[in-house]
């Protein structure tokens, strides 16, 4: 993947090795959060930048996802969508830059509400009503994800197990986008076609070899 052109590398690339900084742009790139990245690097032996806090290496890598990565997913993106309608895409691009800073918006005011609840005897109803609003937010922001393809959907798999009158058993697993190759809809579509098509050769029928 390529690193947003011309744009110098921030100062913490320097501090680790060429590799190292491939797989942090490919985690972002993947959608992993800055900070689950963070805390991902400074979990190995040794930590990844030793000596330094997570939560600035989380702020290194908000810039970099803001500066490096997500310029190159939206670049990708309309790319993919000329043929769709670029007009159509650059609006939702457009819409999820407003839902991401309403989203971070929500989460600094939920925040302050969880510090000023942590004083109270009770849980306080404006807490309650702050989570759902950030929740909302995340929700359509990750839909439109989807949508325009920043982030890729997790192909579900289907795990399963037969068993024979023996007593054998084998376990099979498939993806629901396998799964609809073989539908029963098509199964029977081909077993209607084979049994409509005419007999060619000149073969006898069923009833026929019985009494020959």
């Given at each position: 993947m390529s690193k947003a052109g011309s744009r110098r590398p921030p100062e913490w690339t320097a501090l680790t090795t060429p590799e190292n900084v491939d797989e942090i742009h490919r985690l972002l790139f993947a959608g992993l959060g800055p900070r689950a990245v963070a805390q991902k690097v400074q979990a190995t032996d040794p930590p990844m930048f030793p000596g330094t806090a997570i939560l600035r290496?989380?702020?290194?890598?908000?810039?970099?996802r803001t500066a490096f990565i997500l310029p190159e997913r939206m670049r990708e993106v309309l790319m993919a969508a000329k043929e769709r309608g670029v007009t159509s895409v650059?609006?939702?691009l457009d819409l999820i830059?407003?839902?991401?800073d309403l989203a971070l918006e929500h989460r600094a005011r939920f925040r302050r509400g969880?510090?000023?609840e942590k004083e109270?005897?009770?849980?306080?109803p404006a807490v309650t009503r702050l989570a759902a609003a950030y929740g909302e937010a995340l929700e359509r922001l990750a839909r439109l994800y989807l949508e325009t393809g920043l982030i890729q959907r997790m192909p579900r798999r289907v795990t399963g197990m037969v068993q024979d009158l023996m007593g054998n058993r084998a376990v099979f697993e498939f993806t629901e986008e396998e799964a609809?190759?073989?539908s029963k809809?098509?199964?029977?579509?081909?077993?209607?076609h084979s049994s409509s098509?005419?007999?060619?050769?000149?073969?006898?029928?069923?009833?026929?070899?019985?009494?020959?």
């Open positions: 290496i989380e702020r290194w890598f908000q810039r970099y650059r609006r939702k830059e407003e839902l991401e969880l510090a000023a109270a005897p009770l849980p306080l609809a190759r073989f809809d098509r199964l029977l579509e081909g077993v209607a098509s005419p007999v060619t050769g000149g073969g006898a029928s069923s009833d026929e070899a019985e009494g020959s």
